[in-house]
């Protein structure tokens, strides 16, 4: 009598039958490509530590629209950097802003297109944070800290700016409390009631931001973003911060950064239905790519494997600037 019986191998013996049986899968669908338009050059800017990857000029905005449809892919989520910075983000409120803009372009180049735009201050702050500082009292030690409930008010004034110029989508990164009920109540109030939010619902404190802060100029002037993103020990907070938008009326989820956090990934999956996002940052992409250059690791095999890890765990989308790359490798 043969040994063993039951051989798990059998399943794997053709291409077709692995393909039969493949549990995750990716397709371009799946993916949505970040972007970075800044107000300040007029022709495409490579960032030094993400190959591949540029900022753009508002002018370049509808060829890159059909380009990344031509790939197959659906979905941006646009970055800005825009001319001027003060201490309140105001430029981020400008409808002649890099995003507003670019998305009016991208949107009449490619009507389809799902159109999703970050909603933060941190790219028109001077001192990068992502919200309005406050300075605490001497007598509690006279540090500046940003402050929750100003901030949210430009968050929820800043999400109509981008709803108004046609976002299908707007996608909070800042990590305040409440946002997601404010911007709600202020996309309705003005008509935007069809405007979805993605929430950076779990968003943590992480050192794989690193290049993404050289691309969109945000890295804070002092201090780190410790005191609103999440502590990496954490877990079951992350299953609180996702209930709490999602009853503040979040549309979608979203886990940041993927690779450290499959583990958040799959919790997240489990504790609400929402269609549940991970971004796969900038410091994971770079990472591939340090590999890569020196010849350690196969670069396309290695990029394929971690993203179908990230969808493994439970994502139904992937913010990923392997997005157009990828979309020409998916079977
Ligand atoms: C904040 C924001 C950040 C990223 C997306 N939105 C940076 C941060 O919180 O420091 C990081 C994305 C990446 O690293 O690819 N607006």
Same mark, same amino acid.
């Given at each position: 009598?043969?040994? =063993?019986?039951?051989? =798990? ?22 993916? %949505? ?24 000029? %508002? ?35 400008? =409808? ?11 949107? +009449? ?8 735009? *970050? ?7 001077? $001192?990068? $944070? ?23 008010? #430009?968050?929820?004034?800043?999400? #109509? ?28 109030? /003005? ?43 954490? /877990? ?20 940041? =950064? /993927? ?7 799959? *919790?997240?999956?489990?504790? +609400? ?15 591939? $790519? ?18 179908? +890890?990230?969808?493994?765990?439970? /994502? ?16």
């Amino acid at each position: 009598m043969g040994f =063993p019986t039951i051989r =798990p191998r059998r399943l794997r013996a053709t291409p077709e039958l692995r393909t039969l049986v493949r549990e995750s899968t990716l397709t371009p669908k799946n993916f %949505v490509y970040p972007m970075f338009f800044n107000a300040q050059i007029d022709a495409p800017c490579p960032i030094s530590t993400m190959p591949g990857i540029h900022q753009f000029p %508002v002018s370049a905005a509808r060829e890159q629209a059909k380009a990344i449809k031509a790939r197959g892919v659906n979905s941006v989520i646009l970055f800005g950097l825009p001319k001027t910075k003060d201490d309140r983000g105001s430029s981020g409120l400008d =409808p002649e802003g890099p995003v507003p803009l670019a998305i009016a372009e991208m949107k +009449s180049a490619v009507p389809e297109l799902v159109m999703m735009a *970050d909603v933060c201050v941190d790219e028109y702050t001077e $001192h990068g $944070h992502c919200g309005i500082l406050k300075q605490r009292a001497k007598r509690d030690g006279g540090e500046w800290v940003v402050d929750n409930d100003a901030t949210i008010e #430009v968050l929820a004034e800043m999400s #109509v700016v981008f709803a108004n110029a046609g976002a299908d989508v707007v996608a909070p990164s800042d990590m305040m409390d409440g946002r997601v009920g404010k911007i709600r109540m202020a996309l309705d109030n /003005a008509g935007y009631s069809d405007t979805c939010i993605l929430s950076y619902a779990v968003k943590y404190a992480s050192s794989f931001y690193g290049p993404f802060r050289e691309a969109a100029d945000c890295a804070p002037k002092f201090g780190d973003r410790a005191g609103y993103q999440m502590d990496p020990g954490n /877990a079951r907070e992350a299953i609180r911060e996702s209930l709490l938008d999602e009853a503040e009326g979040a549309d979608m989820l979203m886990v940041k =950064p /993927a690779l450290a956090y499959l583990d958040i990934i799959r *919790d997240v999956r489990k504790a +609400s239905v929402l269609p549940l996002g991970a971004y796969n940052v900038s410091g994971e992409y770079a990472m591939l $790519h340090a590999a890569a250059a020196r010849g350690m690791l196969d670069y396309k095999r290695a990029m394929m494997e971690t993203l179908t +890890s990230i969808r493994r765990a439970g /994502a139904d989308f992937i913010l990923t600037y392997h997005a157009l790359e990828a979309a020409e490798l998916c079977g």
